[in-house]
């Protein structure tokens, strides 16, 4: 009922939006053990508060009524980051570590990456693979770009543009942009698969459509060239004109 009661609240779901009724209701549910009570408080308060808040629920996890193992990427996060504490990387190794243990895709890729980079942990790019790995199976968009990226440079694999050329598509069709971009560029140079103008067009007009900038231009260059659309000089030179006005420095040339 709390969940319910404060979310609805929290995010005007039938009421009025009300931060002050929503809190008074996640705290009634933390004084019940609710997991999910802890989380909507802490979007309510400030760094610290939210700070002790996750501390908390972490400490109490196996007390708590649908207790969340995304917990543990939040808080590790905060170490991570020095949010509402001091930054702390052993403790937030620990924690990504943890949520690895209960199951949490984000903490695998967290952890995955810090292994990947030698970031505080020692440089593992087998371990950083396995732990990709593992949330790229549950279709995580950003994992699954990360595991092509390692294919395409053999980071805890054997190097196989094929392979990588695979994911990065599976990232680009359930959303993601830089994967949009990745999967347009192998595309139009015939990386990983057969040249194709007509799909890099595709995923070019994609990644743009979804904030990449970058993407705008090769678009622009395949409406001047008539590559894989039909060549319109008008339309390149109204997205060149765009870009200029946007700042992109290659276009005012």
Not at 1 to 26: H, M, N, P
Not at 192 to 204: I, K, L, S, V
């Amino acid at each position: 009922a709390f969940s319910r009661v404060d979310d609805a609240y929290y995010w005007a779901l039938g009421v009025e939006k009300d931060i002050e009724e929503a809190r008074k209701w996640y705290k009634k549910g933390m004084e019940k053990g609710n997991g999910k009570a802890f989380m909507g408080y802490a979007c309510t308060v400030d760094d610290r508060e939210a700070f002790k808040t996750y501390k908390k629920a972490a400490e109490l996890y196996n007390e708590l009524e649908y207790p969340d193992p995304y917990i543990w990427n939040i808080l590790g996060d905060c170490y991570y980051n020095g949010t509402g504490t001091e930054k702390n990387l052993r403790k937030a190794v620990e924690c990504y570590e943890k949520g690895v243990e209960l199951g949490d895709n984000s903490c695998c890729i967290r952890l995955g990456q810090m292994y990947r980079e030698g970031d505080y942990v020692e440089q593992d790019s087998y371990r950083a693979f396995e732990l990709i790995e593992r949330a790229a199976d549950a279709n995580y968009d950003d994992a699954l770009y990360l595991i092509g990226e390692m294919y395409e440079n053999g980071e805890g694999t054997e190097m196989d543009e094929y392979e990588a050329f695979e994911w990065f598509t599976k990232s680009a069709e359930i959303g993601y942009s830089d994967a949009m971009y990745k999967v347009a560029e192998m595309y139009y140079y015939g990386n990983g698969t057969d040249r194709d103008y007509y799909e890099a067009f595709y995923w070019y007009k994609q990644a743009a459509d979804n904030g990449r900038t970058d993407a705008k231009w090769d678009l622009a260059w395949q409406y001047r060239k008539g590559l894989g659309t039909s060549q319109d000089i008008d339309m390149a030179v109204a997205i060149y004109t765009d870009l200029a006005r946007n700042g992109h420095v290659r276009a005012m040339v």
